[in-house]
């Protein structure tokens, strides 16, 4: 089992900047493939930003102005965000994409509670 807590979330005002962080924990947890979505108000939910197999996937919408970044030990991921819009309000969820044992290269999902991003104009 792997856990996910988010935090670091809260309140800005548009152009202003946030970072979330995602603790993981658990067996294997720094094998997982780490990520960032978010569910917008009455929105889909939609990818933010990845570690990819080929380095990081960020959506259209928050290219160059979010950035992922993971530490040494890939037990935290973090989201910094910059020139925050309305747009951007959402709650945010830290996945964790976790490869599981056997000769299958079967993966499990593991989300985080989610942390809510308000920005406002």
């Known amino acids: 089992q792997v856990q996910l807590v988010e935090s670091g979330g809260g309140s800005a005002q548009a152009g202003g900047s946030l970072k979330l962080s995602c603790a993981a924990s658990g067996n294997g947890s720094s094998r997982c493939r780490m990520g960032w979505y978010r569910q917008a108000p009455g929105k889909e939910h939609e990818l933010v930003s990845i570690?990819?197999?080929?380095?990081?996937t960020y959506a259209d919408s928050v290219k160059g102005r979010f950035t992922i970044s993971q530490s040494d030990t890939k037990n935290m991921v973090y989201l910094q965000m910059n020139s925050l819009r309305t747009e951007d309000t959402a709650v945010y969820f830290c996945r964790a994409d976790c490869p599981l044992p056997g000769p299958y290269m079967e993966t499990r999902l593991y989300w985080g509670q989610g942390t809510q991003v308000t920005v406002s104009s």
């Open positions: 570690f990819s197999s080929d380095g990081t």
